[in-house]
């Protein structure tokens, strides 16, 4: 906008912004007296709406006028700047007379071109970045709240472990708690210490042959060791 000022003459400038619901909010002016804090997005559609900078064009009523030369008219602008993107549009600057009393140029007129375009880069660098810095707040969040869960784990797995070394049990760990016994139920030692010999078979090539006498459980540990074998290959 200070640019505007200063290589184009203009008494004023205001930027305005377009928001998620389709409003021109005023981001930005520079001697502007009572800038309006928004306008209506349908004010700057026109017929002329291909054109980058449209200037304001006499009318002898109000009732001719198209939205954006209504818009002009009401906020004594010169020119209006449409910053569009590929996207669609994303702000206006408007401008004021030229301080010199003269008529804006050719030159003038490629100049808020360029001007335009760079600011649709800028604007979309910035919301780029409020998105990333969004982002990263929700992962931070995420990644604070599995850090307070692990800790409430851990206190209950050292809880339980005091429960079960009072009651004379061996404290399960935690791959033997993550540990799929296929329906093998007790935490004994003896029953432990054979889950252990079967995971640790069930890792090899080895041929194994289960024996017991009828009752006991072979057929729950021959589904186990199957088990195992299968998420190994």
């Known amino acids: 906008l200070r640019t505007c000022e200063e290589v184009i003459d203009a008494a004023w400038a205001g930027m305005y912004v377009r928001d998620g619901q389709g409003t021109l909010r005023l981001i930005g002016s520079r001697s502007l007296q009572q800038a309006p804090s928004q306008l209506r997005g349908e004010s700057v559609n026109d017929d002329t709406a291909d054109r980058i900078v449209i200037p304001r064009l006499p009318s002898p009523n109000r009732e001719s006028m198209s939205p954006v030369q209504q818009l002009l008219h009401d906020h004594r602008a010169e020119l209006l700047c449409r910053l569009e993107g590929e996207d669609g549009l994303h702000g206006v600057i408007l401008l004021g007379r030229k301080r010199s009393g003269m008529a804006f140029t050719a030159e003038d007129f490629a100049f808020l071109q360029a001007i335009a375009q760079m600011s649709v880069l800028?604007?979309?660098?910035?919301?780029?970045?409020?998105?990333?810095?969004?982002l990263n707040a929700e992962l931070k969040t995420k990644m604070e709240n599995i850090a307070e869960q692990q800790r409430q784990l851990a206190a209950l797995r050292g809880e339980l472990t005091v429960l079960q070394q009072e009651a004379g049990q061996q404290p399960v760990s935690p791959a033997d708690q993550d540990f799929d016994r296929e329906g093998v139920r007790g935490n004994s030692p003896a029953l432990l210490d054979i889950l252990g010999q079967v995971r640790?078979?069930?890792?090899?090539?080895?041929?194994?042959?289960?024996?017991?006498e009828s009752g006991t459980g072979k057929e729950l540990l021959?589904?186990?060791?199957?088990?195992?074998?299968?998420?190994?290959?």
């Open 222 to 233: 021959a589904k186990l060791y199957a088990s195992i074998g299968a998420n190994v290959q």
């Open 122 to 134: 800028a604007l979309h660098s910035s919301r780029a970045n409020q998105t990333m810095a969004r």
């Open 200 to 212: 640790k078979v069930a890792r090899s090539t080895s041929t194994v042959l289960i024996r017991g």
